[in-house]
């Protein structure tokens, strides 16, 4: 079987019961191949350190960790399995995240890694019948209860898996009023009285011109003799009657 070391496969069965009992922690470190931007196993691979912390794996270039060329959540494996023939044969598991395929062959201890890599995803999500053994309920437990920082599936192509869900928010506090209910709507003001119109001015009263008793007239003329010329005296006295309304009748030159 290509899930293990040829050869090796008692030692790996011990090595495996070893493991079981002593894998317990949830960090783990070491070099391996994998494949090369989830083309074919068998075409080309690419040797990685693999760093385990928690749910979270990453892989560098060299061993002091300072060249990372991808990283994924553990969380996000859709399954595990460990394929004997097809592009990715010869590799010790296959491992679909939600976003992309890995596959990792690794250099040593290859027990210890199997139970790391088994333990930390549901028992269910293991396809090959071979490396449910590997599964360890404490250890699972173990992983599902160390919290870790949000971290997503990337390579050095940049990031390709979906971002960790997001911490649920605290239930905003409820208010006393519905928010259903319709907001009550305002009374309309009521409209300004109208201002009174102002009451038209009353039509002017008619008062008939003063009327000059027929003594002040002859008064008048006698007046106007001394100091006129005839012909003024007499437009005037025909004015001044025209204008009192025939109150008495003068003619130029007596009364």
């Known amino acids: 079987s290509t899930c293990a070391p040829k050869g090796q496969n008692e030692a790996v069965s011990i090595e495996h019961k070893l493991n079981k009992s002593i894998m317990t922690s949830t960090q783990k470190s070491g070099w391996a191949l994998k ?12 040797k990685r350190f693999f760093v385990v912390e928690g749910n979270f794996v990453s892989y560098y270039k060299n061993g002091n960790k300072s060249n990372r060329t991808g990283k994924f ?39 210890g890694w199997m139970a790391c890599f088994c333990s930390a995803v549901a028992l269910e999500c293991i396809k090959t019948p071979s490396l449910e053994q590997y599964h360890s309920a404490d250890l699972h437990a173990s992983f599902r209860g160390k919290p870790g920082s949000n971290i997503s599936a990337t390579s050095s192509l940049g990031t390709t898996a979906t971002p960790r869900p997001a911490e649920p928010e605290p239930p905003e506090p409820v208010s006393t009023s519905y928010r259903d209910e319709p907001s009550p709507t305002p009374a309309p003001s009521p409209a300004p009285a109208p201002e009174p119109e102002p009451e038209p001015a009353p039509p002017p009263k008619f008062e008939p ?3 000059a008793s027929p003594a002040v ?13 005839a012909a003024a005296v007499a437009a005037s006295g025909l004015l001044l009657v025209s204008r009192i309304g025939g109150g008495g009748r003068s003619r130029p030159g007596g009364a």
């Open 73 to 111: 959540d553990m969380r996000t494996i859709v399954s595990l399995s460990c394929p004997e023939s097809g592009e990715h044969a010869g590799c010790h598991v296959l491992i679909k995240l939600q976003s992309k395929t890995i596959a990792v062959k690794f250099e040593d201890d290859y027990g």
């Open 217 to 229: 007239v002859r008064t008048w003329v006698e007046a106007a003799k001394k100091a006129l010329p």
């Open 209 to 211: 011109p003063p009327t």
């Open 35 to 46: 494949s090369h931007r989830g083309k074919s196993f068998c075409k080309r691979q690419e």
